[in-house]
């Protein structure tokens, strides 16, 4: 589907002049430049080794397609039982090739902010996890571009080489963004620019012949199609990833860095709803319904996660009440990454979900559990009991604070009691400890998170302090058998925001502006050879009437006239006076160079569109084309709710004006700017 920003942006640019397209053209420039693909970083060197996994990967499952077919077709058993060893050799290389790029996915530390350690155990952040990005072939679009624009749009092709040189340098760079906003800014601008791509050389009936690659995030397994729809698909999962590695290069030990993990992880989690909304039948496991709809909930964990972390630093006070909210928001926390962890293991998922993620979604799960009995303790233990004033506001805040209230002594009596806040205290340190030991246990199952330093002395340290605390509340004369604490309610006080992409933040321009208004000059439309017509002004003037703007349209033609006379019909567009190209021009200046000839007449160019049988039945011809090549954009009704939903009134004004049609035409086809500056020449 096409995000109703591209609708606005498509609307706008085709009234734009000359100049604001060569100055969006000049400040563009600045953006399309990815990473230097030689520079010797950490995450760039991740993104190599992944780039020649991938690469491995696919010459295996080349050499394992041709090996099956040999398998099937031959019927000598001796051939059979070398192509049969062929093939294990060839899936042992695959698999160990898998464990490799899952070893990869793994490699979250690479993605962490310098600072991941601070010199403060209990202020060290747990590692987040981001998603690398999906890697793609290079394209060469230069010879089918040219050959389209010839056989199209009858135009020169070799005088467009500048604009697809400049779409392929834009496509190279996007390849290896920078991991910040200028990377999202340029996978932005080219996911933008395939708005019009798609317009102009992808007919509703036939296929451009080019092909796009691109490989599996998490299996390396290589994808391709010739609908640009997987093109759109593959940036926009791209621009989600970046968003992930961007949250988690966030110095979280502060709160500015907090905000802004927050903000990345948020945009990552609509990047993925929205390609999980808007497209379907994704050729690719990475970019199906349940692996999106697992990286969403991630992505709403983590940032669960960073509120917890941020309400830790905004809550410093040491008083009854911040206790009890820290521990409902860690078990709130608690509970997202519980979800996650059942998503995860779901039978269509957990096969190529990394191991290592799975199981550090578990041990989030149970360590926030842990937390969030332990700062219960703490606000029982620590905190002075309630006096007479307080007591109101503490009875209110403790009746939501479990999910079943704990036996024992009346509430009053328990809030104001130190020996039952103590014993309640106590019971919740035993299930912190407890929880705390399974987080271990599941810790070590892994053994690419055993080599996680960081991970493994972030849980150390919660355990040692749980278990200090329980020694320090722990009298040799308690006889009683500690009771088991009831869960706590999760609670937070900042809900996750999925925000979807904004993709009016960066304007683009139609690369291909030249080739005329994409109101009529598409891949969808067809017209007829151009006619070169020469008038002579009569005493009624032409005898046509016009209507307008880029381009402007022959509305009606006078029975008798000299319009009528040359050939002119009712419907046709004027692309040129007297050799001046006049596609984009407005009304006002074609009359104006109607206006300025002599006794020796005008030339003007004029193409007739032929007649379509109507929209509808080339949306569905559209739509059966792209089923058939296997990614599906949205129907039509839901661009047109999100369109009719934006907050733009530009937005709104440009879909009236692509509804309009010309009410003395015989054709319907649309055309902007229309005007009641009809009249006579």
């Known amino acids: 589907m096409m995000p109703p920003e591209e609708e606005s942006l498509a609307g706008s640019r085709e009234g734009d002049s000359g100049f604001v397209f060569l100055q969006a053209l000049k400040s563009s420039s600045t953006r399309k430049q990815g990473c230097d693909p030689f520079a010797q970083t950490q995450r760039s060197k991740l993104q190599h080794r992944r780039a020649r996994i991938n690469q491995q990967i696919n010459k295996e499952m080349r050499m394992r397609a041709g090996a099956e077919n040999l398998f099937r077709a031959t019927s000598n058993h001796k051939v059979k039982e070398t192509v049969a060893l062929e093939l294990s050799y060839v899936n042992s290389n695959l698999q160990l090739l898998k464990e490799e790029l899952e070893e990869l996915n793994s490699s979250v530390d690479v993605y962490q902010n310098d600072r991941w350690l601070s010199s403060s155990s209990e202020s060290i952040s747990v590692p987040m996890i981001p998603l690398g990005l999906k890697e793609t072939k290079e394209l060469d679009l230069l010879v089918p571009l040219k050959d389209f624009i010839s056989d199209h749009y009858r135009e020169e092709g070799i005088l467009f080489e500048k604009e697809i040189k400049e779409f392929m340098e834009l496509r190279q760079a996007m390849r290896t963004p920078s991991r910040n ?4 800014e340029l996978l932005m601008e080219y996911y933008n620019q395939l708005y019009f791509f798609d317009s102009r050389f992808f007919p509703p009936t036939k296929s451009l012949g080019v092909f796009f690659h691109w490989y599996d995030s998490l299996t390396g397994v290589p994808s391709h199609q010739r609908a640009l729809a997987f093109e759109k698909g593959s940036v926009l999962f791209n621009i989600g990833a970046l968003h992930t590695q961007i949250g988690a290069r966030q110095d979280r030990a502060a709160l500015p860095g907090l905000n802004q993990a927050i903000d990345a992880f948020q945009k990552a989690a609509g990047a993925f709803n929205y390609l999980k909304e808007n497209f379907s039948n994704a050729p690719s496991l990475d970019m199906s319904t349940a692996s999106l709809n ?22 410093a006070q040491h008083d009854f009440l911040t206790r009890l909210q820290l521990a409902q928001e860690a078990a709130r926390v608690e509970d997202v990454y519980s979800l996650v962890h059942q998503t995860m293991t779901q039978a269509h998922v957990k096969d190529y979900v ?44 403790f009746i939501q604070f479990h999910v079943t209230m704990p036996e024992g002594p009346s509430l009053r009596v328990l809030l104001q009691d130190p020996e039952e806040r103590r014993k309640l205290g106590k019971a919740h340190l035993k299930k912190a400890i407890m929880k705390h030991e399974e987080a271990m246990r599941i810790h070590g199952l892994c053994k690419i998170l055993r080599k996680m330093d960081i991970l493994q002395e972030v849980l150390s340290f919660a355990h040692k302090r749980s278990l200090s605390k329980y020694s320090e509340i722990d009298h040799e004369e308690d006889f009683f058998e500690t009771g088991d604490a009831p869960d706590i309610h999760p609670k937070t006080h900042q809900k996750p925001e999925i925000k979807s992409p904004n993709f009016s933040q960066v304007k683009v321009t139609d690369l291909f502006h030249r080739l005329g208004p994409l109101s009529v000059f598409s891949a969808k439309n067809k017209w007829y050879p151009a006619r070169r017509v020469h008038l002579m002004r009569g005493e009624n003037g032409f005898g046509f009437t016009l209507r307008g703007d880029s381009p402007v349209l022959i509305a009606g033609v006078i029975p008798g006239g000299c319009a009528a006379e040359a050939g002119l019909k009712e419907g046709d567009y004027i692309i040129s006076v007297n050799g001046k190209d006049c596609k984009w021009s407005k009304h006002a ?35 059966v084309m792209s089923a058939g090549s296997g990614l599906l954009k949205s129907n039509k009704e839901n661009s047109r709710k999100s369109l009719m939903n934006s907050k733009s009134a530009s937005t709104l004004l440009v879909w009236s004006k692509k509804s309009k049609r010309s009410k003395k035409s015989t054709y319907g086809f649309p055309f902007t700017a229309v005007g009641d500056n009809e009249a006579m020449y």
Do not use: N
């Not at 906003?181 to 999202?184: R, S």
């Not at 969403?296 to 983590?302: F, K, N, T």
């Not at 074609?590 to 193409?607: A, F, N």
């Open 294 to 315: 697992m990286l969403v909930r991630l992505m709403v964990a983590q940032v669960q996660e960073c509120v917890f972390e941020k309400m830790s630093f905004l809550r």
């Open 181 to 184: 906003e200028a990377g999202i």
């Open 589 to 623: 200046e074609v009359v104006q160079l109607l206006k300025s000839t002599g006794e020796e007449g005008v030339e003007i160019t004029v193409i007739t569109l032929q007649a379509l049988e109507g929209q509808k039945t080339v949306d569905k011809k559209a739509a």
């Open 354 to 397: 990394p191991f290592s993620w799975t199981t550090m979604v578990h041990v989030k799960s149970e360590h926030f559990k842990a937390l969030s009995h332990y700062f219960a303790a703490i606000a029982l233990c620590d905190c002075p009991a309630a006096s007479d004033a307080e007591l109101p506001e503490h009875e209110k805040a």
